[in-house]
């Protein structure tokens, strides 16, 4: 069962001004299949947060600490936090010319697990995956995100998360950009992959029509970098009614 802690999280960017504070004292833990819901307006530091506990090297961490099981998630490089169970789905994905899906999938579950898994049970695997995405399998062949739709990338970060079985996962807006078919399909790939899992989820979001097919336990309010309101679906539904305004302050930290 695992458990991600982020304890005191302080994380700044560097500018031409110079290094600009974005996150301000973040504590949260998400255990092993719990959901819980980041939500706030533009600007907050939200995706900050999700590239910071991913290892992107354009945040650099000023204070605090991230642990997953109690390992420091933060001495590990991005491949050794993938390894420990660590998924980043993310807000717009890349483009990876001359690199086909099938080829991309089955290189990272090798890198995962530490070995190749079986090409009998692989290819039905992702097949089968496809298809409850509502992917034509003519995208295994296809190289990874290129010329994809944006339905069809965020489609394609969901079949990532259901082969390669994170035990704790990132969503970063992965509802932009989805007309109302596209957010369903996902969101029950999303469900799917907890429910055979266990995993553990921080989905990032910025409104509550997501949240309708996925359930969250948690709904955290994150403004000027700082988590200023927690608490169930409900919190979300309040949200939903009355906005950000009552949160808001002068100066708030860009994402």
Known sequence: MSTLE??????????????????????????????????????????????????????TITSGTVTLDGEDVLAMTVDERARAGMFLAMQYPVEVPGVSVSNFLRTAKTAIDGEAPALRTWVKDVKGAMENLRMDSSFAERSVNEGFSGGEKKRHEILQMELLKPSIAILDETDSGLDVDALRIVSEGVNRAKESTDVGVLLITHYTRILRYIKPDFVHVFVDGRIAEEGGPELAERLENEGYDRFLTTGAATA
């Open 6 to 59: 982020i304890r005191d999280l302080h994380v700044s960017v560097e500018t031409k001004e110079g290094p600009k504070p974005i996150l301000r004292g973040v504590d949260l833990t998400i255990n092993a299949g719990e959901t819980h819901a980041i939500m706030g307006p533009n600007g907050s530091g939200k995706s900050t947060l999700a590239y910071s506990i991913a290892g992107h090297p354009k945040y």
